[in-house]
């Protein structure tokens, strides 16, 4: 009996399927490839699969958490050779995976052979190992990946799932084809995502990645955490022995960064003789893997972070709602944003110092929420020696109850005049010479900045005034993620998917590098400058390697004063800054991109009826629908 060990990272986040908080072995038995040849009929033997009872005796013994057999015993309709009663059913869907069969008698099994014989034998054999694994609760089956399109299998694959409440379907798909040593080869990716496409690309419908001995070159092989993998095969083949046996170098890579998105790892195929001789087994590869993820280690705004890691979030509504306290809380947390903000207003204070000698520098913080900007601005008048008159712009009445709190509890009173307004009809007794906002979101101008500073612009000091940030821009990247875009079409209705989310991205991937969209100057400069904040921009991308388009990432960058800044773009990232996270906008349909095409999106944002919003769509190499037009699903109040 040739045994093949899985070493289990992470938890599924199936139903049914047992959740897993720490490392988890099991066990399991090779059955043929689908695609091999057929050998000679002088060469055919009888399959022959151990029983039930032999592969959990191994399981206990081994120390092992469950088992992954074939679902048949070679023996007529004799599932796992042994009754169901022999396992409860909490231990089938937590201890066993079922493998379909890839042969049938001596016939190979081909779903979508040219063959009608072979073709309905197969099928008739997959539907009934897949209803018997349902029947007995197993949490999920795996099946070798096609190596041709395959819509006989993908329609039972579809019907099974949409039948079944729990059971979820793994396809094996190795990362380089066995006959291939190009590292640009992408045919095992484009034949699984050929077969997930014909299954609507159904949420569980997922990947278990068998690493193979040659890998694909670095982008193709990151393309793989946008993809739903559940587990990674690693043959023990593939460790090297250099003074003790280890993974060779990219290959851990990839595991580390596999790590990250809690896949399984299976161990397969015998155990290095120099590693049996010293009387050790599996258990000495567990203990290097245990290692590898013992070497991750997170920061504590990535722990922070990763209860957010690809969960939907609706922009905020800042002028239309009144934001809570703990919301104001969270933002006030962050170390890096308020810092620059007072590194800015230093900067500007020192420079308008030399140009207004002889009174107080008037310096107005609008949108001032409960008050971290107005400390901050009055921390850089006291570093630079600078007098300065301050007012402080809220219109959330509850905000100003802690502004004004604030200001008796610090003694403010002196410099500081609260202002309880919205900022575009307030009027100001005095004209400003540094206007201070923070009115960004996740794509620069979605919560409305343009239009509170155009309203606020007219108080602005001509002759001196800094506004600061004095600009920021939008960018926009094409973006592959199959959780965002399963996510959103589980809501089965138009609104979510014409509507753009903040989404911490996790298991996503780049297609290309952003471009800039959209830009805002502040003050607002003359002709040929654009006066309205309405704006249109076609964006085209090189598609550098095969990828899937599930909409695209928005990003900002937003110059504060001179060259100090805040960014969320990938390049220019503030570090340890976390008050935004990118915004996702999602397209209906997923959409193929092949290497060399040229992808284009165009983006309109639009002013009308007292709202804002983003209209989107593909024109190139493959059309889609505007997306949210007239603002019918997502837009924001003004």
Not at 10 to 33: E, L, N
Not at 115 to 132: F, R, T
Not at 588 to 606: A, F, I, N, Q, S
Request: overall charge negative; aromatic content about 10%.
């Amino acid at each position: 009996l040739k045994l093949q060990f899985l070493y289990f990272i992470g938890h599924q986040d199936q139903k049914k399927m047992a959740q897993h908080h720490g490392i988890h072995f099991g066990m399991d038995i090779d059955i043929p490839v689908a695609g091999t040849p057929l050998p000679p009929r002088s060469e055919r033997e009888p399959r022959k699969y151990p029983l039930l009872d032999e592969g959990l005796n191994t399981m206990h013994e081994q120390e092992l958490d469950f088992i992954c057999l074939p679902l048949m015993s070679g023996h007529g309709f004799e599932p796992f050779g042994r009754s169901a009663r022999l396992l409860k059913v909490t231990s089938w869907c937590s201890m066993v995976v079922g493998k379909v069969s890839t042969w049938h008698g001596n016939t190979m099994l081909d779903y979508d052979s040219e063959d009608p014989v072979v073709a309905q034998l197969s099928c008739e054999v997959l539907k009934k190992e897949i209803a018997y694994a349902a029947h007995s609760t197993l949490p999920a089956v795996m099946l070798d990946l096609p190596r041709k399109p395959s819509p006989n299998l993908a329609r039972i694959i579809i019907s099974t799932l949409l039948k079944s409440l729990y059971l979820n379907i793994w396809i094996r798909v190795p990362m380089m084809l066995e006959d291939s040593m190009d590292e640009e080869d992408n045919s095992a990716w484009l034949a699984w995502n050929s077969l997930r496409s014909l299954c609507h690309n159904h949420n569980r419908l997922n990947v278990i990645l068998e690493v193979t001995e040659n890998l694909p070159k670095k982008a193709i092989c990151e393309r793989w955490v946008a993809e739903p993998v559940k587990g990674l095969i690693v043959s023990t083949s593939i460790f090297v022995f250099d003074n003790d046996l280890k993974l060779p170098q990219a290959h851990l890579d990839f595991l580390m960064m596999m790590h990250k998105h809690k896949s399984q790892v299976i161990f397969t195929g015998d155990v290095h003789p120099r590693i049996a001789a010293s009387g050790l087994d599996f258990r000495y590869y567990k203990n290097y893997i245990v290692n590898t993820k013992a070497q991750i280690s997170y920061t504590t705004q990535e722990q922070e972070e990763i209860p957010y890691f690809d969960y939907l979030q609706a922009p905020l509504q800042p002028l239309m709602d009144n934001l809570e306290s703990q919301t104001y809380e969270v933002f006030e947390k962050d170390p890096i944003k308020y810092l620059r903000y007072q590194e800015a207003t230093a900067a500007a204070l020192l420079d308008l110092k030399k140009l207004i000698p002889d009174r107080p520098i008037v310096v107005m913080v609008v949108g001032a929420g409960r008050g971290p900007l107005v400390k901050r601005a009055l921390i850089a008048a006291d570093e630079m020696g600078v007098e300065v008159k301050m007012y402080a712009v809220e219109k959330n009445p509850n905000a100003v109850v802690t502004l004004k709190g604030m200001l008796r509890e610090k003694d403010w009173s002196d410099r500081v005049e609260i202002i309880e307004s919205d900022m575009r009809v307030w009027e100001s007794p005095d004209k400003a010479d540094v206007m201070i906002s923070e009115l960004l979101g996740s794509f620069g101008d979605n919560e409305l900045s343009p239009e509170c500073l155009d309203g606020a612009e007219r108080f602005l000091n001509k002759d001196t005034g800094i506004m600061i940030p004095e600009s920021y821009r939008s960018y926009v990247a094409p973006l592959q993620s199959h959780k965002l875009h399963t996510d959103v079409l589980a809501y089965d209705d138009i609104t979510h998917i014409e509507t753009a989310y903040v989404v911490k991205i996790h298991s996503g991937y780049l297609i290309a590098p952003p471009q800039e969209c959209f830009e805002y100057i502040h003050p607002k400069p003359p002709l040929p400058y654009p006066q309205t904040n309405d704006r249109m921009l076609s964006l085209k991308f090189k598609v550098e390697d095969d990828a899937l388009c599930h909409g695209f990432a928005g990003y900002f960058h937003a110059t504060l004063y001179k060259d100090i800044y805040i960014s969320i773009h990938p390049d220019t990232f503030s570090e340890g800054m976390f008050s935004w996270f990118p915004i996702y906008f999602p397209i209906k349909t997923p959409m193929l991109l092949r290497k060399g095409d040229e992808l284009t999106v165009v983006y309109w944002r639009v002013t009308g009826n007292g709202k804002v919003w983003y209209e989107w769509c593909v024109s190139t190499p493959n059309p889609s629908p505007v997306h949210n037009p007239n603002g019918r699903s997502y837009w924001v109040g003004l």
